[in-house]
DNA sequence: ACGAACATACCAACTGGTCAGTATTTAAGG
DNA sequence: CCTTAAATACTGACCAGTTGGTATGTTCGT
């Protein structure tokens, strides 16, 4: 009895090293893999040897979770493309370059995110998606800015649509997310330093 | 009762054109709006008039209607870029401008298509997706060759890596489904024009 | 003893799917 | 041209399983 009693102990104190975000990290590996709707918590606890009790101690539905893992995601986002931009020892293409490196680079560790916040965005709560939205959006505008900045100081050809350059780039780097996996055949280094040669340079011969 | 009779009569006949069709096409603007899983057969019934009895005369499972979806979109979209290709009076630089024109141009009638096609894939049975990805890794695989028939021909850059360049312009294009409204302020045929300047030839200045 | 961190049992609503029957169209036979 | 039988195109009631969410209890550290 005692015994079954210490490991009952162990198990929990292991476990208190932050339930909550063993909770988020494991549905976005699961939301990731099968989709939101596709996952339902008890798929979730299930996996955490946890049941919905305590899901619903740290959480009060299932689309605040969704929401918390969208809102993490965007804000750590764009704060890494504000340093960019910030950082003005770089000139606009090198602004650019980093930027595409940064968003390539993290798909390792954000990748999984990447992937719900554009494919479950849709099941916010209008109250969230208006949290959400704006962020994404600045995201978006800083390139446009960013793009046109660089035209004005002849770094980037004049007749260029920013805000068209803009999406063309974000698709370019969003869709990454999709097929990009880390330890494959190509190095994330690689696939950057290409997109940025392509986005820069064009690749039609001289 | 003959007047309730006749006007019975031409509504199953109106409905008769195709009711097959009907109800694929109003899933595709369900399961675009809101998601495959988030969407019941009985929101599709209801929306048309009739009952899940009709949905499955005419379907075996929900899972076989997005099958249907996948399918004609991917079919449709390859067809389409094969009758370019095999256009021998365009060169390279002309086939990559008309698929990047004609996938951009088709947003109107296929975006809702596509979005579901990228999103809602993996609610594929196994044997299902057998069929879907082999098509979908051929759109990418041709785009690959062309890069490289274009690179041997010296209309491309020699140091270009073609599978990385082509996901790069798949997501430019495939991107553009997430954003592109058509009647909004940009025109298809502006959007894709940038698009392939900045394929082409870069967004640096000279 | 008390609050934090869980577990257990439960529920109404909804899900994809089935099935036995009904209406309607079509085609053949008289 | 009319009857009739079979095929086609549906309806409506039903079911077992699952869902997100809740309410109540129990264990644990302090």
Chains 1, 2 share one sequence.
Request: overall charge positive; aromatic content about 10%.
């Amino acid at each position: 009895m005692l015994l079954w009693y210490n490991a009952f102990r162990k198990q929990k104190d292991c476990g208190a090293v932050r339930v909550k975000e063993k909770i988020t990290e494991q549905s976005i590996r699961l939301f990731e893999k099968k989709g939101f709707s596709e996952t339902s918590i008890q798929d979730i606890v299930d996996s955490l040897g946890v049941t919905k009790g305590t899901f619903y101690y740290y959480f009060s539905s299932k689309e605040e979770l969704l929401m918390d893992i969208h809102y993490k995601y965007i804000k750590n986002l764009v704060e890494n493309q504000e340093k960019i931009l910030h950082n003005d020892k770089n000139n606009c293409k090198a602004k650019l370059s980093e930027i595409v490196h940064m968003l390539i680079g993290n798909i390792d560790i954000q990748g999984q995110s990447a992937k719900i916040f554009f494919r479950e965005m849709k099941n916010l709560k209008p109250e969230h998606l208006e949290k959400i939205i704006p962020l994404r959006d600045q995201f978006r505008i800083n390139i446009e800015e960013l793009i046109k900045k660089g035209i004005e100081k002849g770094e980037f050809k004049n007749h260029l649509n920013a805000p068209i350059i803009a999406l063309g780039i974000l698709g370019v780097t969003n869709w990454s997310y999709q097929w990009f996996k880390t330890g494959g055949s190509m190095s994330a280094k690689e696939v950057s330093d290409m997109f940025v040669d392509m986005i820069l340079n064009g690749i039609a011969g001289h």
